[in-house]
C-alpha cells in the first residue's frame, strides 16, 4: 500500500493549493479518507475527512475555506484550500483507513507554508 501526497509549497496569506494524495495497492473506493496536519511544535490535527459514501467533516478552523474530494477512477483524494492563513502552515498529511477494522495507511506529508 502507498500514499503519495503531493502539490505543497509556499504560498502568500489569502492564495490557494490543492494537495493530492495518489493511493495505491487498496481496494480505493471501500476507504474513507482524511486530511491531518501538524504545525511546529503541535499535535498533529485533523483538516477534513470523507467516508467512502461522500459525507464529509470539516475542523472549524478551515469550515468554508476548504474542500476535500476525491477520484475513485484515479485513486485519488484531493484537498482544495483556499484563503490561506499562516496558521494554515503545517506539514499535510494524507490517510485512508476502513471504519471498524485496523487498517489505516498514512502518506509521507507535504508541506505547506503561507507567508503573511
Known amino acids: 500500500v502507498q500514499l503519495q501526497a503531493y502539490g505543497g509549497g509556499l504560498v502568500q496569506a489569502g492564495g490557494s493549493l490543492r494537495l493530492s494524495c495518489a493511493a495505491s495497492?487498496?481496494?480505493?473506493?471501500?476507504?474513507?479518507m482524511g486530511w491531518y496536519r501538524q504545525a511546529p511544535g503541535k499535535q498533529r490535527e485533523l483538516v477534513a475527512r470523507?467516508?467512502?459514501?461522500?459525507?464529509?467533516d470539516y475542523a472549524d478552523s478551515v469550515k468554508g475555506r476548504v474542500t476535500i474530494s476525491r477520484d475513485n477512477a484515479k485513486k485519488t483524494m484531493y484537498l482544495r484550500m483556499d484563503s490561506l492563513k499562516a496558521e494554515d502552515t503545517a506539514v499535510y498529511y494524507c490517510?485512508?483507513?476502513?471504519?471498524?477494522?485496523?487498517?489505516?495507511?498514512w502518506g509521507q506529508g507535504t508541506l505547506v507554508t503561507v507567508s503573511s
Open positions: 470523507m467516508s467512502n459514501g461522500g459525507s464529509t
Open positions: 490517510t485512508v483507513y476502513l471504519p471498524g477494522t485496523g487498517y489505516n495507511y
Open positions: 495497492g487498496i481496494a480505493f473506493t471501500l476507504y474513507a
